[in-house]
């Protein structure tokens, strides 16, 4: 049974930090690129960054360049990524993603809320 399970999130002030977690189990891991979306409300999904499986390889929403960062464990089956530098236009539920490389196949985490306000 595939799961992705997020855990992290929660209340920040404005240039405050959290890193999320998310945990991949029922699934070979590394033939997935591993990534994190965000959806705000009354917004659509967005990409925030993904992670190939065995390179540096990493990309990233513009907006968030340079203030988060992404890693994975393969050895552990576990993606995260570091938010630095917050601003209230990060708040957004945050999903773990992996994507199959061969197939396009995709899997979803559950979510976890990130909120950053004063």
């Known amino acids: 049974q595939v799961q992705l399970v997020e855990s992290g999130g929660g209340l920040v002030q404005p240039g405050g930090s959290l890193r999320l977690s998310c945990k991949a189990s029922?699934?070979?891991?590394?033939?997935?690129?591993m990534g994190w979306y965000r959806q705000a409300p009354g917004a659509e999904r967005e990409l925030v960054a993904t992670?190939?499986?065995?390179?540096?390889?990493?990309n990233y929403l513009d907006s968030v360049r340079g203030r988060f960062t992404i890693s994975r464990d393969n050895a552990a089956n576990t993606v995260d990524l570091s938010m630095n530098s917050l601003e209230p236009e990060d708040t957004a539920v945050y999903y773990c993603?992996?994507?199959?490389?061969?197939?396009?196949?995709?899997?979803w985490g559950q979510g976890t809320q990130v909120t950053v306000s004063s």
């Open positions: 029922g699934f070979t891991f590394t033939n997935y690129v």
């Open positions: 992670m190939e499986p065995y390179t540096t390889a990493r």
């Open positions: 993603n992996a994507r199959n490389r061969y197939t396009g196949y995709l899997h």
